[in-house]
Every structure is written in C-alpha cells, then in structure tokens.
C-alpha cells in the first residue's frame, strides 16, 4: 500500500491486529439474512484468547448494526486471568461510528460487560459507555487517543470498511486471516478491503509470517517482521498463558478413567515452544510429556522456559511409566505454573516437592484451580491413572 501510509509516520499508535474471517474467494458475509459463519470452533477459540491478550477490540459501526456482537472474552477461565493480572475481566470495547449515533439497543452499549468507547460525530448513549469526537471515522486520530489511555494492543475485526481502511492507511502491525472452505462466487457481498477503489493491485507492507489449521480453517499470519513469528497477541503473565494452558486441556479426547490436562512451553521471550494435552499423541501419554516430546522434535533450549500445566505434574504413574516430574527435570525445564493439585483418586501425588527438591521452581496459582478442576469433574471412581 502505497496511499496515505501513516504505520511507517507514527510510530506512537498501539500495536494492532486486523483479523478477518473470508471465503476461499475473499468475502466476509453472502447475501443471506443469516450470518454466514466462517470460523471454526477452534478459531472462534483462538479469536477469544487473542481479545484476552488485547487491550481493546475495535469494530466498525456496520459490523455493531448488522451483527450486533458482544466483542467480549467468552472464556471465563480467561477473564480470571485477565483479572488476577491487574487487567479489566474484559478488554475495552471500541466503536468507530462515524456519522451515525448509537443508542443502547446493541450489545456493546446496552449489556454493560465491559466499557465501551466510542469514537464519532454523532454521540452515543448506554451502559458503561464513553463518547469522543471525532471527525467522521477518523481511525488514526481513534488510535492516538487510545494510546493516550493506555492502550498498547487493539484487535481490529474486519467487516468490509474499516478493513479497508486499517489497509488503506497501512496501519495493521499484524494481519490475521482465517480462510473457510467455501466460495460465494459473484456478488455485492462485502469483501475484505472491498471499499479499496483503485481496481489495482497494491502490495502490502507485510509478509506471510505463520499458518495453522484450526479445525476446517486455515489460518494465515502477515507481519511487518517475519522473524518474530506470527505476531499474534500473547498472553503477558502467568496466569494468562495458565489460563491458556486449562483451556487447551477442553481438547482431550473424553475418557471416564483419566484426568484432561492442558500444558503450553513458553520461551524466556514470551513466545510459545509447544503444547500439549493429555492423550494428544496417544491414550497413554500426558499433557506434559506431549508439550515435551514436540519441543525435542523442534530441538529447542528448554533452560530458560517455564512450563504451564492445569494440574499437578505427577511424580508417580500407576502404570509405572515414566513421570511427568521425571519427564521435566530430564528436559531441562527449570519453571513450571499450574492451577489445581492432583486429586487423590488414583495415586498419591508428590509432584511440587518432587520438583522443588530437583532445584525447579514451582509456582501454584491456586485462584484458577476451579476452572481447573471443571475439566475432571467425571474423574473420582476409577481406578486407573491420568
């Protein structure tokens, strides 16, 4: 993009993630009265851990009138954290209006989840609801205000104008796109940059940087420096990557005889090693030892890096395998977080002394141990181990 760049002019704006949803063909919606749902579970999943690691999600007024979205972190596990790091349960709402006034009909306005902030010339009224002035949809000077409040990441979800616009001004640091397996073919339907006139094509200042599959949509990372991997928006303490770490564990194939735990690496960088969750790789193996064994394919340094697991590791295993706790201290780890303490159903677990007397720090955020236990709530009259 060549036109009216101002990413490159200010580098004082928050950081920001345009994420957009499209058919194979580029649209965000069809014609239908329906929304067309593009994402899978597992995106919508991934959709909510980056508003959990965002400090404000910003919408177009177009995308509030038609979808009426919450904009809210679903994960209630997440919000704890969010709370337990010092943050709002919620992030910021952010509303660009333009023109139009909004009233305290929609959810961002009425259901008084979170605050919500909203940049026009019109006004605006609700619950919880702030209103700044602003010449028409004036996105740079929306963004200059926010990072006079304290906001260092804004979560940009793209309908058809204010994708545009964020490209149009060469103003996303990060540019998300999750692609389903469908076409729409030829139609007015809106399309990603679709309010872009020129009818030429134009380069973006990013680069493919990372590509996963969630389910049955792909997803593709552009960044402005690829050797910072996708550029996603990570969690930023403890209890937020904790938080994420019992969230994965919601991935476990369903067993009545065994726990379901979730477990993440993470780099003395904040950036993700691997994760893992139990019976991932097979119905014997655990959390960890999954996170573990794709770290060594991956021949990562471990030394530095803090493992984060929903439940206890545990230091002896009724089958006599090798136990996590082992699996730990072999790899080299010398940090692991979790939530909840083994129960006593299957084996006594010595797992924080086993790993405290190998000269690892342990650290047990105990606030998240319900959500924790929430996932093994089936477990208690087998008798056989996780």
Not at 113 to 120: E, R
Request: aromatic share 4%; proline share 4%; with cysteine.
């Amino acid at each position: 993009m060549t036109e009216n760049r101002t990413r490159t002019t200010d580098v004082t704006l928050p950081k920001v993630l345009l994420s957009c949803a499209i058919t194979l063909d580029g649209y965000l919606n069809d014609l239908s009265p329906e929304r067309l749902q593009l994402s899978s579970e597992a995106d919508r999943d991934a959709v909510d851990a980056l508003r959990a690691a965002a400090d404000a999600v910003m919408v177009g007024v177009g995308t509030v009138m038609t979808d009426d979205p919450a904009l809210t972190v679903r994960s209630p596990v997440r919000q704890a954290a969010r709370q337990l790091a010092g943050r709002p349960r919620q992030p910021l709402r952010v509303v660009l209006a333009g023109h139009r006034r909004l009233d305290d009909l929609y959810k961002v306005t009425g259901d008084g989840l979170g605050a919500t902030l909203v940049y026009g010339t019109e006004g605006a009224h609700g619950r919880n609801v702030e209103y700044v002035r602003v010449a028409s949809r004036d996105m740079v000077e929306a963004l200059r205000d926010l990072s006079a409040r304290g906001i260092a990441r804004v979560l940009v979800e793209g309908g058809e104008a204010i994708s545009s616009e964020v490209l149009r001004r060469d103003l996303a640091d990060v540019l998300r796109v999750a692609i389903a397996p469908c076409v729409v073919g030829r139609s007015r339907s809106p399309r990603i940059a679709g309010r872009l006139r020129s009818g030429l094509a134009q380069r973006l200042s990013l680069a493919p940087a990372a590509s996963e599959l969630l389910g049955d949509t792909s997803v593709l990372y552009l960044t402005r420096n690829v050797m910072a991997g996708s550029g996603a928006f990570r969690p930023g303490s403890d209890a937020e990557w904790l938080a994420e770490a019992i969230e994965l564990g919601r991935r476990c194939p369903a067993s009545q005889t065994a726990y379901s735990v979730g477990a993440w690496i993470v780099g003395p960088d904040g950036e993700p090693i691997a994760s893992g969750h139990s019976r991932e790789l097979d119905e014997h193996v655990h959390a960890e030892e999954a996170a573990l064994r794709k770290a060594a394919r991956l021949r990562a340094d471990l030394a530095d890096a803090t493992l984060y697991t929903s439940m206890e590791p545990c230091s002896v295993r009724l089958s006599g395998r090798t136990s996590c706790c082992q699996h730990i201290a072999d790899a080299g780890i010398r940090r692991v977080v979790f939530a909840q303490r083994e129960p006593p159903h299957f084996v006594r677990c010595d797992g924080v002394a086993t790993l405290r007397s190998a000269g690892i720090e342990v650290v047990e955020i105990s606030a998240l141990s319900e959500y924790a236990a929430a996932l093994n709530q089936h477990v208690g009259q087998s008798s056989q181990s996780r």
